[in-house]
């Protein structure tokens, strides 16, 4: 392992091995020690490392051109990907602004709807409700939106508060997911919190249509999708759909929302969108959002590389290997299979006291005990604990805590879309091993506890 001095910082001190290499759902480090990407990086990394067409699209474009600025050129791989975005989305979402990842995506819908409500005479809304816990990314405006208490605490008074209604964690507050009942309880907060709010001063309602990191992998109860776009009609309040985690296919769908035949006023993808190749993400709106956005003068908004043309030309190979290895389908059909192997898991093991997800979004919850749902002791992390010795074996997952970012540690396994049964057997007898370690370990701190 590389223990040099680094000049390089983010979020702590703790160094990692060196990459070297990467390929399909592998990677290696400079020790040549071999890794399963079972979480595709954050869940970015959907088509596999190292794809040879992506690859060479990519090498196309650098040797034309690889920066043209949108406001002096058009450019034929910012309108093929737009277009081609355009037909993947729902009727009418037909306006695709480029950005260079996810929270770009979410600032970006927040001022497009905003200017809307100014351009068609609503300038007295500007509220946004979103969901507790959820992310949307960690740039102020996507923060303020965001809620997940270690990362949004510190920067509350930099930051306008928005209103956030409770995420339908069924499985907690022990109702039955299956239930419509169950949804609509979950949807009727969101009117209710209109109403309080004042129902002329909310803007927009935000959703991650199948939870991130926040809620790993939350799958919404029955009817609750439905009745929350709903309710945003009825009270003229933009429904705006975040699947920068679940776009471009993770969950069995183009897009998550696909799932429910929703017809959201505005889409943001990234991670996925562009795989990993680079640096991209895109809002798409419907052209009734942003024909009046225009007609008043223009989108005030803008990042300078947006419409990159060799982010886009990546951008849109990627979504040509999508379509050529339908991957979409494999998400769909191997993420069934994995999710019968986290059940079979959980049969085993104790400690895991949920398993959900859709395609290949798939995560399980730790708990002290499945009958009270209470948590895992926070003084154990074992999110972080977890997670190192499944990277000591081998084997990338990823984790973060349900209950707010503080305790209700969850492993989210979200391996890229083109993994094979093989891979599904490795990632499992990989987690099976760290699953039998990691209770070892804990065992004596859970006793002491009881
Ligand atoms: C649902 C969702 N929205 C927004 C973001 C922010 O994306 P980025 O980290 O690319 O800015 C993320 C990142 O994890 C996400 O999962």
């Known amino acids: 392992m590389n223990v040099k001095p680094s000049h390089l910082f983010y979020q702590g001190r703790e160094r990692k091995p060196v990459l070297d290499q990467a390929r399909g759902v592998y990677m290696w480090d400079v020790d040549g020690k071999r890794y399963l990407d079972g979480s595709s990086g954050a869940m970015v990394c959907n088509i596999g490392h190292s794809n040879e067409n992506v690859l060479e699209a990519m090498r196309r474009q650098m040797e034309k051109s690889t920066f043209g600025y949108r406001l002096h050129f058009e450019t034929e791989a910012s309108e093929k990907l737009a277009a081609k975005t355009a037909a993947l989305c729902p009727e009418g979402l037909n306006r695709v ?101 004042g129902r002329d001063s909310v803007l927009a309602f935000v959703v991650e249509p199948i939870g991130g ?93 947006a419409g990159n043309p060799l982010a886009c030309a990546a951008g849109l190979a990627v ?48 708990m002290a005990d499945r009958g009270t749902k209470a948590p895992l002791p926070k003084s154990l992390r074992a999110f972080d604990r977890f997670v190192q010795i499944a990277y000591d074996k081998g084997l990338i997952v990823y984790a973060r805590r349900t209950r707010d970012g503080i305790e209700g540690d969850h492993i989210i396994v979200a391996p890229p879309m083109i993994v094979t049964e093989t891979h599904l057997d490795e990632i499992t007898e990989m987690l099976d091993a760290s699953l039998a370690e990691f209770t070892d370990e804990i065992r004596p701190a859970l006793e002491q506890a009881v």
């Open 319 to 366: 979504i040509d290997e999508i379509e050529r290895m339908d991957l979409v389908g494999n998400a769909a059909r191997m993420g069934d299979q994995l999710q019968e192997r986290l059940r079979g898991l959980m049969q085993r093991y104790a400690i895991i006291g949920d398993v959900r997800g859709k395609g290949l979004l798939t995560a399980f919850e730790f």
């Open 97 to 197: 602004f480029f950005v260079s990842g996810g929270s770009e995506a979410v600032e970006s819908a927040i001022k497009l709807a905003r200017q809307y409500a100014l351009a068609i005479g609503e300038g007295s809304r500007w509220k946004i409700i979103s969901r507790a816990p959820s992310y949307h990314g960690c740039t102020l405006g996507a923060l303020a939106i965001t809620s997940y208490a270690p990362l949004t605490e510190a920067f509350a008074p930099l930051m306008q508060a928005m209103p956030k209604i409770p995420a339908p964690r069924a499985y907690l507050d022990g109702l039955d997911p299956e239930d419509e009942a169950t949804g609509h309880h979950y949807a009727d907060m969101l009117e209710a919190k209109i109403l309080e709010e």
């Open 213 to 305: 990191a926040s809620t790993g992998a939350l799958v919404p109860p029955r009817g609750y999708m439905e009745r929350v776009q709903e309710i945003c009609r009825k009270y003229g309040v933009l429904f705006i759909l975040d699947e920068v985690m679940t776009g471009a296919g993770r969950t069995g769908r183009f897009l998550a929302s696909e799932h429910w035949n929703l017809a959201p006023d505005i889409v943001v993808m990234s991670k996925g969108f562009a795989a990993g190749y680079v640096p991209l993400g895109a809002m798409v709106a419907h052209e009734r959002l942003v024909e009046p956005v225009l007609d008043a003068g223009g989108f005030l908004h803008g990042f300078t590389y």
